[in-house]
């Protein structure tokens, strides 16, 4: 029985995905913007530690830049969090040291 009930679903559910005698494929449409926004994106400059650290004070407001002090003295989540991402920095730079060249000399005198 369950194999008779099955097989009309099956064939209802494959004859649902097929596609007219007539079917054409729509043209993507693709704006100029998205080009531009490529371009721009080229020529962007990377962001330096420091700017990343107080981001908030690209928009100029003074509102925000008390309420970002506030919120940075106050909680101790965020200072933990900032500190953890301070440790990772610095793992990052430890390790990628191996990746360089060492200089090392000696000297001695008689």
């Known amino acids: ?5 099955i097989g009309p679903w099956l064939l ?15 043209e993507a449409l693709a704006h ?3 080009k531009a926004a490529e371009t721009a994106a080229g020529k962007l400059k990377p962001i330096s530690e420091e700017a990343l650290k107080t981001w908030w004070k690209t928009f100029k407001d003074p509102k925000l830049d008390r309420l970002m ?3 940075l003295a106050g909680n101790l989540d965020l200072q933990i969090a900032f500190g953890r991402i301070e440790q990772a ?3 990052r730079r430890a390790n990628r040291a191996d990746l360089f060249p060492r200089v090392a000399g ?3 005198a008689a």
């Open 89 to 91: 920095r610095a793992e």
């Open 69 to 71: 002090a506030k919120a």
């Open 1 to 5: 029985m369950w194999t008779k009930a």
């Open 32 to 34: 100029d913007r998205w």
């Open 12 to 26: 209802a559910s494959l004859a649902g995905c097929t596609v007219g005698p007539d079917y054409r494929a729509p």
């Open 106 to 108: 000696n000297a001695a």
